[in-house]
């Protein structure tokens, strides 16, 4: 996977790709504006959020162990996973106990962080994502692209294609005479993914939150699927990042109002499922939930970084970003994309691979996900916390160069003469460099620079020198 920069230019050459995007996320983000226009008391719900999340934080120890006393005094498993590899091995064991060779999955970003379903594959057991726009991710043999809506990047057209070639290698085919209108793919969806809910013993989920008091998760969704993966299986295995606590059971009466309306602009959610252990003759009877860390310490211990895990993954900050909304999300390299992923990959990954590394820098810094986000993470803030960190971590000959440069323009911008002298140069060096108008690509380590930006050619005429031209050395 190439860094961002240039998985951007390869995803900005793809014009259905943008007017996807374009479209998808301009309704969205009036959706969310409106409804969100409704509350008068939507800032006090957003600062209670970010309190909510930030108290959790500050005491996630003693909400965990609290929780994982719930989940167990109601007949659940709590399992603990340090990364990826510990949570793929358990979940992996769980199913193999189990003697099934397939699972039916919902709602779980975090098994996509961790790569379960390619874990479950080795394991010779078949994962079956259920959420619709998951559904069409998989069957099209592609990668997520948005936290709410993982197939943004497929248009009617192209989703009628992938069910059309793709459903029956599966299981159930879609019908030959399939449109690409939304009721006829829908129905196609819903017959495919029948057999798969009456026949699988285990499904595995994601959670949207966890309840420390009662030992409950939470999924919120729109189609129902979710709903048919918690109830019919005999077993449960929940995927739960150690983010996603939350106090009190009352507490879900601020985040059930900020994520819908932030999300899809809904003023409720269709389907908000609840489970709290197990009840005999109810739903599964066997419930596990493996609470996941995979890095997410590390971004505790980062008094700046640690808010982004105050995110409850509404998706609104991508939505307005106007950097997601021309490369789409496979540029970020990343399950996370958009503003939150650019500040929470690095963290949860570290920041030594080309491709985290570069991931503060996909963003103009123009302050609309702080604006947006229900829980006032500052997401500005953080990329430039990351930027600084990314520096750091990577001085090293190769920023020598960039040092001296920077020294030397300190140097001419002290004195007016010299900066008078400089701007000459640089009009001069239109001649060779930006003839079109613009610098092309210049040599390292401004490549660094030029290698990611359209910048404008030095103007033929310095200001000063109009001046002197239209005014007069004397008029100053
Ligand atoms: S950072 Fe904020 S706006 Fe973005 S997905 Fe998370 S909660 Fe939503």
Known sequence: MPAFPQAAKQELANSQLRHNLANATSTIRHKRA?????????????????????????????????FEEAVTAAGGTVHWARDAAEANRIVVDLVRATGEREVVKVKSMATQEIELNEALQDAGIDAWETDLAELIVQLGHDTPSHILVPAIHRNRAEIREIFQQEMGKVGTPAPADLTDEPARLAEAARRHLREKFLRAKVAVSGANFAVAETGSLVVVESEGNGRMCLTLPETLISVVGIEKLVPRW??????????????????MNPYTSTWTGVTPGDGPQSFHVVLLDNGRTNALADEIGRQALRCIRCSACLNVCPVYERTGGHAYGSVYPGP?????????????????????YASSLCGACYDVCPVAINIPDLLVHLRTRVVEEHRGWQSKPMDALMSMASWVLGDSRRLAAAQKVASLSRRVIGRKGTIGRLPPPLSRWTDARDAPAPAEETFRTWWERNRGSDSR
């Open 250 to 267: 009352q507490d879900l009466e601020v985040f059930l109002q900020l994520l819908p309306r932030s999300s899809t602009g809904e003023r």
């Open 340 to 360: 939150i992923g650019a500040v929470l990959t690095p963290q949860l990954r570290g920041t030594t691979s080309e491709v985290d590394k570069a991931l503060p």
């Open 34 to 66: 409106e409804v969100v226009g409704e509350l008068d008391d939507w800032a006090q719900l957003r600062e209670a959020g970010a309190a909510i999340k930030s108290h959790t934080l500050s005491n996630l120890d003693t909400y965990l162990e609290r």
